[in-house]
């Protein structure tokens, strides 16, 4: 799955810069992440780094309405990054 940012965002901008795939961009309101980039850091991290910083406790989840397996998110990155 991709992930997606809530609106209990603060729009602190600490997600934004430590995404690795630049997945991540101010909205009309608050920080939205971008699904056709999220890979879940997969490829980078061992985890999402937006959830690691972010200062708000479960802001960044998993989007339901955009369901991927490990294998999908891994074959994302291999797209973005040939």
């Known amino acids: 799955m991709a992930l997606l940012i809530t609106k209990s965002c603060i729009n602190c901008d600490m997600c934004e810069p430590e995404c690795p795939n630049q997945a991540i961009a101010l ?3 608050i ?3 971008d699904p056709t980039r999220c890979t879940e850091c997969i490829g980078h991290y061992e985890a999402p780094t937006c959830q690691r910083v ?3 406790t479960h802001t960044i989840i998993q ?3 955009w369901q991927e397996t490990r294998e999908q ?3 994302k990155f291999v797209m973005l990054y040939p």
Request: glycine fraction near 6%; charged fraction near 25%.
């Open 27 to 29: 909205g009309t309101e």
């Open 31 to 33: 920080y939205e992440i």
């Open 54 to 56: 972010c200062p708000i």
């Open 63 to 65: 989007d339901a309405a």
């Open 73 to 75: 998110l891994w074959e």
